[in-house]
């Protein structure tokens, strides 16, 4: 046999009896055995698609310690946590170590006791670290969401920039960089300041099939976040917003209405952010409000949704956050409430930066952020196309794909909304001339004696969801523009006067301000997995939160939800049986293996003589 063959076969046993899947993703092999082998890669890959065990195999065919470059410290001690269940030798070397612990990790280094080290940026280039390494046997390294190594990047940091010294002082140990966020320029800044230019390039693509894309149009946002709830109960989920008040103010409202939420921003004690990531790890809390400050180091892979409550900067972090859904695979939603206010809030924040390149940048991102929140083409093939990558067919799970917006000749009103816009002296936002179309009768509008006008009334027909949508579209058309200097007031543009002078007529997509969220409960995240025993995944479900409570660790490091379902669907009876379930290696077999057993077995023992359909959940 040569050493290829033995090379793969070794590593599929490695997959099946450590880790538990019965086979490799796209480009997992691949990747595997070109380390393995001593090549250096550069990996990109989307969230929850197995980047991990591109470097985490190769530690463990490669003789010494595989050293793992993480940003966040919880980042780390999550792997090293789901690595441990697996009984693979891991740890973790951070700042929230205490002098014994950290004393501890470098004896088990220099002893050749352990397959994978985690460690910060900043830990592994300063204090002598490089000297250590010197003494030790390595088996690679490995740069973790490598996209903060890049200026060009959504989140740039100085200490990645000086990872590049690890291919000076160790030129022939195996470098792999991995990142599931990077455009065409930041992929190239990743290869330059790594020294990766004869590294292979594995570019899995960016496509998530199982979330769903959905945009509405923001109107009473707390109102369209309940209703979107309404229909997930008990589901575990990350809603963003933009400031820490906001963070509060709808983590303070959904508590009121008996959710199990929490608020995480960086103005936070240290110990109640904590607290917060630990109970919603171990299914505690079911939403986490949340600055852009939480999630990169959340490896949680039963969170079946992520809202943003507002609009995020750039494309990236939009992608980045979204993907901290459905992790696991099983259908998942991002929904994203999107207002013209918005984008002025923004924008002001980029006028903060003093950089003049920094902020062209930031322009360009925001501007396409716009973009695919204004899209009335299927949602995945924008955001894919920013990218770089081509999706030859819609998507069909996206709002825009399954609900396509109806088209309307809208010349008629927008000459109404522009000549309004004219006659109140192009000085008043929005609302106000939402308000004059309208023929509202209040003390504002008396006192400007606005109810005077020819325009005050004359789109009584409309609600004022309606004027709004049509108004922000025209923003989008640039037939009126916002001038965010003096308080978003709106002014006609050039390209207005063609349409009021009636020498052009323009259609328009009717209002995305009915949502249409049906009576009945939305279907759980099982649809991918065929039919299942839906109150025997309840009793599991209770016996792995029983064992991670025992043991002091989050509950999917046990067995995570698309596990429970597959033993739910065919409950396995016997060691053999169990371990033909993804996600149950040896180690866990042995460790956990005889309780899931005795319950399964129980729950059929008690239902034998139950009609099995009653429990059965259908697609």
């Known amino acids: 046999m040569d050493l290829a063959c033995s090379v793969k076969d070794d590593i599929h046993a490695t997959l099946d009896r450590v880790f538990g899947y019965p086979g490799f993703r796209s ?95 900043e830990r592994l280039v300063s204090g002598g670290f490089l000297e250590r390494l010197a003494d030790i046997e390595i088996a690679l390294f490995a740069i973790d969401e490598a996209h903060c190594v890049s200026q060009w990047g959504h989140d740039f940091r100085p200490e990645y920039a000086k990872l590049g010294i690890l291919r000076q002082r160790f030129p022939d140990i195996p470098l792999v960089a991995l990142t599931a966020t990077a455009d065409a320029q930041t992929r190239e800044d990743i290869i330059q300041v790594l020294a990766l230019q004869r590294a292979r390039r594995y570019i899995t693509g960016f496509d998530r099939p199982n979330i769903k894309y959905t945009v509405l149009e923001k109107h009473k946002p707390f109102e369209q976040l309940s209703r979107f709830l309404a229909t997930r109960q008990g589901q575990a989920g990350i809603i963003y917003a933009m400031s820490r008040r906001r963070v509060e103010e709808v983590a303070g409202k959904l508590q009121e209405q008996g959710i199990r939420a929490a608020a995480y921003h ?49 494309i990236e972090g939009f992608y980045q956050e979204t993907g901290r859904a459905g992790r696991d695979g099983l259908p998942s939603d991002a929904l994203l409430l999107f207002g013209a206010q918005d ?65 309307f000749d809208a010349t008629e009103d927008a000459r109404k909304a522009l000549s309004c816009v004219y006659r109140v002296g192009q000085r008043f936002g929005i609302g106000h001339v939402v308000a004059v179309l309208r023929g509202a009768d209040n003390e504002r509008i008396r006192k400007l004696d606005h109810h005077r006008l020819t325009t005050w009334g004359i789109g ?28 978003s007031v709106l002014r006609l543009t050039e390209a207005a006067r063609p349409l009021l002078r009636g020498e052009e007529s323009l259609e328009l997509a009717r209002p ?58 065919d409950k396995p009876m016997d060691e053999n049986e169990l371990l033909r379930i993804t996600g149950v290696g040896q180690h866990k077999l042995e460790k956990y293996g005889g309780d899931f057993l005795d319950t399964i077995a129980g729950y059929c023992l008690g239902n034998s003589d139950t009609a099995s359909g009653q429990y059965i959940r259908q697609q």
């Open 512 to 569: 995305r301000i009915r949502e249409q969220v049906q009576g009945k409960k939305r279907p759980g995240p099982d649809s991918a997995q065929g039919p299942y025993d839906e109150l025997l995944f309840e009793e599991l479900r209770i016996l792995r939160k029983q064992l991670a409570d025992e043991q002091g660790v989050p509950p999917y490091i046990v067995f995570g939800d698309a596990s429970l379902i597959q033993m739910a669907r």
């Open 27 to 121: 480009h997992q092999q691949e990747i595997i055995e070109d380390l393995i082998t001593g090549n250096d890669a550069f990996v990109l890959m989307p969230t929850g698609g197995g980047k991990s065990l591109c470097f985490q195999i190769p530690a463990l065919h490669r003789p010494g310690v595989a050293v793992v470059v993480s940003p966040l410290i919880s980042l780390m001690k999550d792997q090293v946590d789901a690595l441990r269940a697996n009984g693979v030798a891991a740890a973790f070397y951070n700042s929230s170590m205490g002098s014994r612990a950290a004393r501890e990790v470098l004896s088990r280094l220099h002893a050749d006791e352990l397959d994978l080290l985690y460690i910060s940026p």
């Open 460 to 487: 009584s027909d409309r609600s004022e969801q309606e004027w709004t949508s049509i108004f922000r579209q025209l923003i989008h058309h640039g037939y009126l523009i916002q001038d965010i200097a003096s308080y």
């Open 343 to 407: 984008i002025g809030t923004v924008r002001r924040l980029i006028e903060y930066n003093e950089n003049p390149e920094q902020k062209r940048i930031e322009g360009h991102k925001l501007n396409a952020m716009v973009g695919l929140a204004e899209s009335v083409t299927c949602r995945r093939r924008v955001l894919l196309s920013y990218f770089g990558e081509r999706l030859e067919a819609a998507c069909g799970n996206c709002d825009v794909c399954l609900d396509p917006p109806e088209q």
């Open 266 to 314: 960086a103005g936070l004690p240290d110990a109640e952010r904590q607290d917060t990531q630990e109970r919603f790890l171990r299914d505690e809390l079911s939403v986490v409000v949340a600055t852009v400050a939480f999630g990169m180091g959340i490896d949680k892979p039963n969170v079946r949704f992520v809202v943003h409550y507002d609009l995020p900067k750039h």
